[in-house]
């Protein structure tokens, strides 16, 4: 390839069973130099050199919505305290816990999440990053301080980061003022643009200092949701910023939300952003869980992503999703772990098909005409939303990043199906992880199940959850 530097060292790895663009396929020769594919060509022989990769091999996912600090509350707010209980009192919850975190904190429960997300096949994260300041608002001396805390996480833990600073100035639609517990988020649109400049910045010089591949690590653009900012500040924003970039917003997750867009506008959530501000190929739409079939098929036509966060949206009490009606049109969809109760791409894949099973009393129900293997087309969606809304190239495809996992090549699945099967059996029969192996960039990041920094990362977690939750 081009694009690859002649002093770079070449690698290859074998993969008895690998998944590409066209299918599975076997004995596929993988050539990887800086960090990408250079060569990837089935029905090979095995070189005496080549590092052999006996169990599937898969691309990695992109996990396109994370709000990471969130992740040392998993569990902790399934107690009925309200008859009435719904994601806004989930919510109270979160804002007590967010008071307590330092940026030390924040780089702890990041890199332990990090890490366990590798261990997940997710190989880049798009970083939902709402958590700027310190508690009670005062901006830190570097206004990117807690931006610098993920991407240090991210490099401790070897994961791709896609950076998504948020615009969040209001508590509810038309400029409501914001809350003592949104203190640590707020930001005016000029303050927003600043931090994003400084944020690029300093992402771009990770980036420089990695010698294997020097884009791993993305930026996008990133407004909390309606109810938090007004339509000036959205076009202030794209009128400043790369028009290149990816932009991701919460929409329509509750009924609440969209009865109070309603009474706000007299339009329903993502009907006002379509005719307002426009929706094409650039947005993440995260959970887009309220819809009606005129906002089904204004996303489809866009080709905007759909970020579904199945298991959250599952603790939450969101709602179900349209899969259906979506997939039917050809909606495009990716996943995310949102607030991390889960961090198993196994558990986000299955739980939004039977989500739709049990609204619809049926089997089977996302797939489409070219694939009937509803574990093949739900891999498969989620890569690719993945990929666009991540703003990466994922896949086992030249010219690709040098992504991929290998499935236990022991498991009695894995070893005795036929290709056509492997997926059905991981994402419908094990319950146990079966990712063996995860490489970034061609580096292998798990080995055996295992990440090097695991234990330390778990005592240093350990210690973060106490401080914080319990003293």
């Known amino acids: 390839m081009s694009t690859t530097k002649a002093s770079a060292p070449l690698q290859h790895y074998f993969a008895e069973r690998a998944l590409l663009p066209s299918g599975w396929a076997s004995n596929v020769r993988l050539s990887v130099q800086q960090g990408r594919f250079t060569h990837v060509q089935p029905d090979s022989t095995l070189v005496e050199s080549d590092t052999l990769l006996d169990g599937p091999v898969l691309p990695t996912i992109g996990n396109l919505h994370s709000h990471a600090f969130q992740r040392i509350m998993a569990g902790a707010a399934e107690v009925s305290l309200n008859p009435n209980d719904s994601f806004w009192s989930w919510r109270d919850l979160m804002y007590k816990v967010v008071q307590k975190l330092s940026p030390e904190d924040a780089q702890v429960i990041a890199t332990q999440l990090y ?36 991407m240090q996480a991210a490099q401790n833990s070897g994961i791709g980061l896609t950076l998504l600073p948020v615009l969040y100035s209001y508590a509810g639609f038309g400029g409501q003022t914001p809350s003592a517990g949104q203190a640590r988020f707020i930001n005016s649109a000029d303050e927003y643009l600043a931090l994003h400049q400084v944020s690029s910045e300093a992402l771009s010089q990770l980036n420089k200092r990695d010698t294997n591949h020097q884009h791993k690590h993305q930026m996008g653009i990133c407004f909390h949701s309606l109810r938090a900012v007004t339509q000036p500040q959205i076009d202030t924003v794209l009128s400043q910023l790369d028009s290149a970039l990816p932009i991701h917003i919460h929409i329509a997750e509750q009924q609440k939300e969209v009865n109070d867009c309603k009474t706000w506008s007299g339009q329903r959530p993502v009907q006002w952003l379509n005719d307002n501000i426009g929706l094409d190929d650039r947005w993440c ?62 558990e986000e894949l299955r739980t939004l098909e039977y989500s739709q099973r049990f609204r619809d ?11 009937n293997h509803v574990g093949d087309h739900l891999f498969t969606q989620a890569l690719a939303g993945g990929n666009q809304a991540c703003g990466v190239e994922l896949g086992l495809a030249p010219g690709h990043r040098a992504d991929f996992m290998q499935l236990d090549p022991e498991h009695p699945f894995m070893a005795a199906s036929a290709p056509q099967d492997l997926l059905n059996r991981w994402l419908f029969a094990c319950n146990e992880n079966l990712i063996k192996d995860v490489f970034v960039c061609g580096q292998q990041v798990i080995k055996d199940f295992h990440h090097p920094l695991e234990e330390s990362s778990r005592r240093a977690f350990i210690q973060v959850i106490k401080k914080v939750m319990y003293d």
């Open 115 to 150: 890490i366990d997300m590798l261990k997940a096949g997710y190989s880049q994260v798009a970083e939902f990053h709402y958590l700027h300041h310190a508690p009670g608002g005062q901006a830190y001396s570097q206004v990117e301080e807690m931006a610098l805390q993920l």
């Open 285 to 346: 739409l995260v959970h887009a869980t309220h819809l009606d079939q005129k906002e089904i098929t204004a996303i489809a036509n866009s080709q905007a992503v759909v970020g579904l966060c199945p298991t959250t949206e599952a603790n939450l009490g969101d709602g179900i999703f349209p899969g259906v009606d979506f997939s039917a049109q050809n909606g495009r969809w990716g996943i995310g772990s949102d607030s991390h109760v889960s961090l198993s791409l196994v």
């Open 361 to 371: 009393q049926q089997r089977n129900r996302l797939h489409n005409a070219g694939q």
